[in-house]
């Protein structure tokens, strides 16, 4: 089963750093691109930073600058250092994993996968 956990939101101040961390369970983790979206109540998800299997990066431009978006193969995990925080961060950021990547013995996943949200509050 492919499962996607989430950990390392909280409360900052504006300016202040948060890292979260994604760990994905029943995947090829290293051959799948893996992504961080963020979602506000009354707005539509938003794909904040992407990484690919080789290690490509590319950000929405309200991150650029500020948040880095990086992989370690060896524990599975895809992190988001976001530093500079804002209050137009605040938001549930969710990692995921898109349909037609690699779950176990190269199966490819038939529809996306989510993790649970976590909530992420920049606030003075």
């Known amino acids: 089963q492919v499962q996607l956990v989430e950990s390392g939101g909280g409360s900052v101040q504006p300016g202040g750093s948060l890292r979260l961390a994604c760990t994905a369970s029943?995947?090829?983790?290293?051959?799948?691109?893996m992504d961080w979206y963020r979602e506000v109540p009354g707005k539509e998800r938003e794909l904040v930073a992407m990484i690919t299997s080789g290690a490509g990066t590319s950000y929405t431009d309200s991150v650029k600058g500020r948040f880095t978006i990086s992989r370690d193969n060896l524990k599975n995990t895809v992190y988001l250092q976001m530093n500079s925080l804002k209050p137009e961060d605040t938001a549930v950021y969710y990692c995921?994993?898109?349909?037609?990547?690699?779950?176990?013995?190269?199966?490819?996943?038939?529809?996306?996968?989510w993790g649970q949200g976590t909530q992420v509050t920049v606030s003075s």
């Open positions: 029943g995947t090829m983790f290293s051959n799948n691109h």
């Open positions: 995921h994993l898109g349909a037609g990547s690699y779950a176990e013995g190269w199966r490819q996943i038939r529809d996306d996968v």
